[in-house]
């Protein structure tokens, strides 16, 4: 079944360093793909979004290429800021369209 | 508008015991799903309702029960609560699963501890 796979945590980073938090993905047919950020007590935010190959999804400086050929989905960011602190997941939608499968999250420590 | 709302947020329960979380959705959204988030799990998804009726349910076991109701609100229960039930439960509003998972609003989440 479709399956998502993200890199351990924590990852810890000065402000304005690049970032990159990997993601790869298993699945059959072509799902799209997403980043969701969670902020320390509350719900997932929808970050980006890519639903076909090649796709880049962006928002507020973050970026990830959708690349079948790898079957990745990085995430990254070229200058990171305090605020950036938070739980990273990669997720997929599941074969019917209907729900999303997430990968275990990345917890991101930027320090000033 | 009012995003999705989550009562209570904290609970804390003790082995054997039921328990029920409610989730109101964004004022006319239709679809609730609800994600269970553990530290060794991960965010998994456990069903999804739309107009009264689950439309999609994940592997978990028939403690985890919900329902929908006529206002969208949903509820769901958790009965024989074992220590492994200890979780972050989200919940995701969507005024239609046909327009797709980036339409889907989260939840603060009820994050419940069995003792």
């Known amino acids: 079944g479709n399956s998502v796979t993200q890199m351990e945590g924590p990852v810890t980073l000065s402000e304005e360093a690049f970032l ?13 793909l997403f ?16 639903t076909k190959a ?9 970026e990830a290429t959708y690349r079948k050929e790898t079957t990745s989905f990085h995430l990254e960011k070229g200058s990171v800021q305090v605020s950036d602190s938070a739980v990273y997941f990669c997720a997929l939608s599941d074969p019917s369209g209907d729900k999303l499968i997430f990968g275990t999250g990345t917890r991101l420590q930027v320090f000033p | 508008k009012a995003g999705v709302t989550q009562t209570p947020r904290y609970l804390i329960k003790t082995r054997g015991q039921q328990v029920t979380l409610s989730c109101s959705p964004i004022s006319g959204h239709r679809s609730v799903s ?22 999609n349910k994940g592997n978990f076991p028939g403690r985890f029960s919900g329902r929908q109701f006529s206002n969208s609100r949903s509820e769901m229960n958790v009965s024989t609560l074992e220590l492994g039930d200890s979780a972050l439960y989200l919940c995701a509003s969507s005024s239609d699963p046909g327009q797709g998972l980036e339409t889907q609003y989260f939840g603060p989440g009820t994050r419940l501890l069995v003792l």
């Not at chain 1, 980043?35 to 890519?50: C, D, H, I, T």
């Not at chain 2, 269970?36 to 689950?54: D, M, N």
């Open chain 1, 20 to 32: 990159t938090i990997n993601c790869t993905y298993t699945a059959t047919g072509y799902p799209s």
């Open chain 1, 35 to 50: 980043w969701y950020v969670q902020y320390p007590g509350e719900g997932l935010q929808l970050l980006l979004k890519a």
């Open chain 1, 54 to 62: 090649d796709d880049k999804g962006s928002n507020k400086g973050f």
């Open chain 2, 34 to 55: 609800w994600y269970q988030q553990t530290p060794g799990q991960g965010l998994q998804f456990l069903f999804e309702y739309f107009s009264e009726t689950q439309r």
